[in-house]
């Protein structure tokens, strides 16, 4: 019986170090995705809203956040350690994935700002075309009036052009770098009309006035998805504060949720319904323009 014993170990530990074996070539490429990756997407954005960062530091700072947060969640729970390994463990993963939609959300709130200054700045090409500036020379002007980002931007450009490439492609450059529909469709009308000749300054009044009835629109629309956002995050944060509610008044009534296996199941459940509801109610709340 014990050799039958030994026998099947030995075959289970062999099977396990033939699969190991078999994917971590796969295994390995994916967590060097997972790392340099991510870090290379973060530098990407940080570098299109002009912070210079270097790639170890973000790197770095990754692992700082992820490792810092599943140690301090892993400390909270003990000296229960099944619950402290596998909490700490989430919160790593979340830490990890963190880094990446904070860039994003940054990257969207500095595209909206270039549109919003997109009207008073293409007012402002419009009059300086119009008194006999030509087209640098009024990129220049607003280079000097207004503030960041349109000014790195246009600066960007203005350099990009001294350098010795065309207008044409460093408004193309603009475009990429900051990806609105506005901003092409004002890089699309220089374009054009560089090209086939009519009225530049007509034309940048003509997408000031389409810019601001759409920023009339979008901003009703975002009052009323900031509305639903703040009601889902409400009803999000009942279970947890309930929760630390009846800790500090009934300890004991909450103890078994923190130190039974059946407690530990219930809370990666409301972990799990809590990451659901909050998908959900950013897909209910997401509307088109």
Do not use: C
Request: net charge neutral; glycine share 8%.
């Amino acid at each position: 019986m014990e050799l039958q014993k030994v026998a099947g170990l030995l075959i289970f530990a062999g099977a396990a170090f033939g699969l190991s074996y078999h994917f971590s070539q796969r295994f390995l490429d994916w967590l060097r995705f997972q790392s340099l990756g991510n870090r290379d997407y973060i530098v990407e954005r940080l570098t299109l809203m002009f912070v210079e960062t270097p790639a170890e530091r973000i790197l770095l700072y990754m692992f700082l956040l992820s490792f810092g947060l599943g140690t301090i969640v892993f400390f909270v729970f003990l000296p229960n350690l099944v619950p402290a390994i596998l909490f700490g463990v989430i919160a790593t993963i979340i830490g990890w994935k963190l880094p990446r939609p904070i860039v994003d959300f940054l990257f969207k709130r500095r595209v909206q700002k270039f549109v919003l200054q997109m009207v008073d700045g293409l007012g402002l090409m419009a009059n300086g075309l119009k008194s006999g500036l030509s087209l640098v020379q009024a990129l220049n002007l607003v280079v000097q009036e207004m503030p960041n980002p349109m000014k790195q931007e246009f600066a960007l450009v203005l350099n990009e052009n001294k350098l010795g490439v065309s207008l044409e492609d460093a408004f193309n450059n603009l475009s990429r770098r900051v990806p609105a529909e506005d901003v092409e469709m004002f890089v699309t009308s220089i374009n054009i009309l560089k090209e086939t000749g009519g009225n530049l300054a007509e034309t940048f009044e003509t997408i000031v006035l389409t810019l601001r009835e759409r920023i009339k629109i979008e901003a009703k629309i975002s009052a009323m998805v900031q509305q639903g956002f703040l009601q889902g995050m409400i009803v999000m944060a009942v279970p947890p504060l309930l929760g630390v509610v009846i800790s500090q008044s009934d300890p004991e009534f909450m103890e078994p949720l923190l130190t039974t296996p059946v407690g530990w199941a219930i809370l990666l459940v409301i972990l799990g319904l809590e990451v659901l509801g909050f998908f959900v109610i950013m897909r209910i709340i997401k509307i088109e323009v």
